[in-house]
């Protein structure tokens, strides 16, 4: 079992930038960003393996997301830049072992967190 804790959230303007964390009680093999809006899917971010540090992202973060890993902490983090009103979304940290049907698809991971909010404003 892994207990997972997402911070960081909050509003900003668009433009601006947040730094998302995800506390965990233990890594798995992947960890994921993933985050939902009012009306739609939930969506997969950004992924890293905590074996070999590679990233993925969605393309419409690509250039402006960060995903890294601070071992030292066991935590998973979300650095946003140049952040859109479509970003926001309530983002959910999740973490995994086996990528059944892909990456960025919700049923891959089987723990998440409880969510925290991202507000951009234009």
């Known amino acids: 079992q892994v207990q997972l804790v997402e911070s960081g959230g909050g509003s900003v303007q668009t433009g601006g930038s947040l730094r998302l964390s995800c506390a965990a009680s233990g890594y798995r093999k992947w960890m994921g960003w993933f985050r939902q809006a009012p009306g739609k899917e939930r969506e997969g971010i950004a992924v890293i393996s905590t074996r070999s540090g590679s990233a993925a992202y969605t393309d419409s973060v690509k250039g402006r997301f960060t995903i890294s890993l601070d071992n030292a902490q066991n935590t998973v983090n979300l650095q946003m830049n140049s952040l859109k009103p479509e970003d926001t979304a309530m983002y959910y940290c999740?973490?995994?072992?086996?990528?059944?049907?892909?990456?960025?698809?919700?049923?891959?991971?089987?723990?998440w967190g409880q969510g925290t909010q991202v507000t951009v404003s234009s």
């Open positions: 999740a973490a995994g072992d086996i990528l059944r049907g892909g990456w960025d698809v919700p049923a891959s991971f089987p723990y």
